[in-house]
């Protein structure tokens, strides 16, 4: 075994990967059937050397690689990776490093630390919140929701952590009928059921109405109330009004969270910014690394205003763990999870290498790149653009005469898209009829990929 050279071996097989990407079929070429009998063999008795494991490895699953970390996937909400990100989270695994608590990785915990400020300065929180590294957005939501429900059963009097969530008042749970999937899971997580959530009617772009969110506050007035709102809808991009519906629920004691898996990001463009009025007087925000800030998976962010509510996530912390402070910070604490990937080390390293200019720079261009897409759509006779394209989000819906069913025309159009193997795009259903979706939200993608995607899509349709 020949440690050094096994690792240089995997460095040049990972940029062949990296290099394909510019020309690699985009859905993977295997099926099923294929990647199963590529990768299958029976359960082996003895071991292999790791260097035949990787090699292997690296053949056998190569037709079922999609091109999603390169610059023409645009299904989804799916970021790539930048170089300091990837190398750093090559480390991180090399490290091995264990962000539980302080004790298990000083370094871990340090970088936590920066990051955690970097991150509120960035997005303009306000400073002192706490800041916990997850999974993803999914874990982000459900954090935050779990500590709102905390908060405001403890307002209503109800000791969650004596008397547990069983006999507890209901807790009424605001959010437009557009919510993102991860919220409802999380809700039901957190145990609200179906019949605790007051779905709030939204407009054409999917942000919920004013007027019927103040009924239903009116009518839920006095209960443990949480509200959901969304900066970036994953079909349209739009934000939802945080400082308006701060307003609506002024008198309430309720928990306002945001979830902006990937809208969030938005704060740190100037001209961005005005869809973000207000967005400091939520309780709490959850996003994704992961998507628009272009580190590898799994990296998502929950930030809360309060860390003592944030706190509320956890009980009593192991006697041999070590004790919390300042500058000795537990991971797991801002975490629903214990022993944990030392992620922050892949956010300072890609914050470092774009730093804030290189960020908004990242974030801008994907939305100019996304108007460009919507402009080049506007060309077709037979294409619409649904949505207002205020961010990195386009809707496409397709007319063609003749074509009775539009989910399938729509299904169709997508899917041969995709069979060419150049770039990717996503069907959705957009307030009841069928659409393209296109997300651009990869830091390396060129006004030549929007051309390529928009020759694709003209010729297909
Ligand atoms: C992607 C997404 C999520 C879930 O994020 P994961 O990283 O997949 O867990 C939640 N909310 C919105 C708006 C999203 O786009």
Known sequence: MNRRAD????ADQAADFLESLAHRHITGTGTPES?????????????????????????????????????????FVTGGATPAGLMADWLTSTWDQNAQVYATSPAAAAAETIVARWIVELLGLPAGSSVGFVTGCQMANFTALLCARNTVLERAGWDLAKNGLFGAPPVTVLMSDCGHGTVHSALRMIGVGSDQILE????????????????????ASGRPMILSLQAGNVNTGAFEPVGAVADLVKKENAWIHVDGAFGLWAAVSPDLARHLVGLDRADSWATDAHKWLNVPYDSGIVILKDPKRHRTLKTSRCDYAGVESADRRDGSTWSPENSR?????????????????GVREMVERCCSLARKFAEGVSHVEQLTVLNEVVLNQVLIAINLPGHGDKVALHDEVASRIQSEGRCWLGTTTWKGRPALRVSVCNWSTTEEDIETALGALRRTV
């Open 341 to 357: 990937r030392a992620r922050a080390f892949v956010l300072y390293a890609l914050l470092r290498e774009l730093g804030r200019s």
């Open 35 to 75: 990647l199963l009998r590529a990768m299958d063999r029976p359960f082996p008795e003895s071991g292999s050397p790791a260097s035949q494991v990787i090699r292997d490895l690296v053949a056998d699953v190569e037709e079922g690689l999609t091109g999603s970390a390169g610059p023409r996937y645009f299904g």
């Open 7 to 10: 690792l240089h071996s995997v």
């Open 200 to 219: 709030i009617p939204s407009d054409s772009e999917g942000r919920l109405k004013l007027d019927a969110l103040e009924d239903a506050i009116h009518n």
